[in-house]
Structure formats: C-alpha cells, structure tokens
C-alpha cells in the first residue's frame, strides 16, 4: 500500500504546477483524498481535500481559487493544479488518503512521501 507524489519543483512567482498522487496497493476511489503542506518552522497545514462520497472539493482560504484538487480514478490518482503560486506556497506537499474528508491529519491512513515546491524569483 503506498502513495506516490511527484510533481514538485521552482517555479517563479505567478507560475503553476500540477502534483500528482499515485495510488498502489489499494484502490483511491475508496478514499477521501487531501493534500498538505508543510513549510519551514510551521506545521502541517491541509490546503484541499476531496471527498470519498460525492467528489465536493474543499479548499483552505489561502489557496481558494488558484488551486484544483481532482481525481482520475482510471489512473487511481489524484492531482493538485497550483496556479497563481506566491511566494508563501513554498513547501514539502504531502497527499494523503483516509476515510474521510477532514483538514486533520490524523484523519488520513496513507500518505505520500511529500514533494518540494519552491516559489522563486
């Protein structure tokens, strides 16, 4: 059972990048799906989940509008589109898979292994 998530890098300010999280082991559509962060010297923030139920799509204030979390159950991954990206979205993002949808990390069984994004001129 493991998640895999790639997609990381620099990129400038205003630029985008799209995360991906691949599912083994297990099936993802079973799953509400969530992807956190963690920057420098601050906890473990959640950014967006997606439900297990329905699909709803929730997002932290900071990252509502430019940010879109979906799934592709066909591929048994999820993905984080991050558009807009400030300087302040610098940090390792993990995804993770529970039960159900919840902005608590110990909410989530499974989880990525994180993937640095860095926003920078």
């Known amino acids: 059972v493991q998640l895999q998530a790639s997609g990381g890098g620099l990129v400038q300010p205003g630029g985008s990048l799209r995360l991906s999280c691949a599912a083994s082991g297990f099936t993802l559509d079973n799953y509400a799906i969530a992807w956190f962060r963690q920057a420098p010297g601050k906890e473990r923030e959640g950014v967006s989940c997606?439900?297990?139920?329905?699909?709803?799509?929730y997002y932290a204030d900071s990252v509502k509008g430019r940010f879109t979390c979906s799934r592709d159950n066909a591929k048994n991954t999820a993905f984080l589109q991050m558009d807009s990206l400030y300087f302040d979205d610098t940090a390792v993002y993990y995804c993770a898979a529970g039960r159900k949808e919840s902005w608590y990390p110990a909410a989530y069984s499974y989880w990525g292994q994180g993937t640095q994004v860095t926003v920078s001129s």
């Open positions: 997606i439900s297990r139920s329905d699909g709803s799509t």
